[in-house]
T-cell receptor
Framework: NAGVTQTPKFQVLKTGQSMTLQCAQD?????MYWYRQDPGMGLRLIYY???????DKGEVPNGYNVSRLNKREFSLRLESAAPSQTSVYFC?????????????FGPGTRLTVL | EDQVTQSPEALRLQEGESSSLNCSYT??????LFWYRQDPGKGPEFLFT???AGEEKEKERLKATLTKKESFLHITAPKPEDSATYLCAVIQGGSEKLVFGKGTKLTVNP
């Protein structure tokens, strides 16, 4: 099992450019999440998907869109990047159910917007 | 209002000096409380899940406990390799949102 994979690992954008962050998991998990992590702010939820075909806003959704392409893949799109979106982005997945013993994060995408 | 609050923000210990990290939460209908460890430049690594008050789980030098309002991560005789940021998160009843605290940065000096 590769666990949770994210691409790219690093990215530099200019203000106004667009890009899509990719996330995939091979653990057959139902729920997937996108977070951003900034110094002093902790992990903040951008969007999440409780199951295939559903997505919901988290704490900081403005400026982002998501697509739950299938059970494995959950992508995050920045339509018009802004310097305030400079951050480290993490994707995570957990199984749906009574217990949550398997929770995995990807290695992160470090994004700089100039 | 923060749903998950961790304290202290930073903690420095000498090797072998035991201590505890705190995670207090205000969500109702807790479905699960999670502890993660995060090393610099890496994604969080899962440590424990706790589901109900009174539950305890252990892993090497770490022991997590849960009450109706807070969780503690006890570190017994820590070593320098335990240095990391420890994150707490909760899932509330009726939601699939995983909400994190801001973490406690632990430094263990040799």
């Amino acid at each position: 099992n590769a666990g949770v994979t994210q691409t790219p690992k690093f990215q530099v954008l200019k203000t106004g450019q667009s890009m899509t962050l990719q996330c995939a998991q091979d653990m057959n998990h139902n729920s997937m999440y996108w977070y951003r992590q900034d110094p002093g702010m902790g992990l903040r939820l951008i969007y999440y998907s409780a199951s295939e075909g559903t997505t919901d806003k988290g704490e900081v959704p403005n400026g982002y869109n998501v697509s739950r392409l299938n059970k494995r893949e959950f992508s995050l799109r920045l339509e018009s990047a802004a310097p305030s979106q400079t951050s480290v982005y993490f994707c995570a997945s957990i199984p749906l159910g009574v217990t949550y013993n398997e929770q995995f994060f990807g290695p992160g995408t470090r994004l700089t917007v100039l | 209002e923060d749903q998950v609050t961790q304290s202290p923000e930073a903690l420095r210990l000498q090797e072998g000096e035991s201590s505890s990290l705190n995670c207090s939460y205000t969500v109702s209908g807790l479905r699960g409380l999670f502890w993660y460890r995060q090393d610099p430049g890496k994604g969080p690594e899962f440590l424990f899940t706790l589901y109900s008050a009174g539950e305890e789980k252990e892993k090497e030098r770490l022991k997590a406990t849960l009450t109706k309002k807070e969780s503690f991560l006890h570190i017994t005789a820590p070593k320098p390799e335990d240095s990391a940021t420890y994150l707490c998160a909760v899932i509330q009843g009726g939601s699939e949102k995983l909400v994190f605290g801001k973490g406690t940065k632990l430094t263990v000096n040799p």
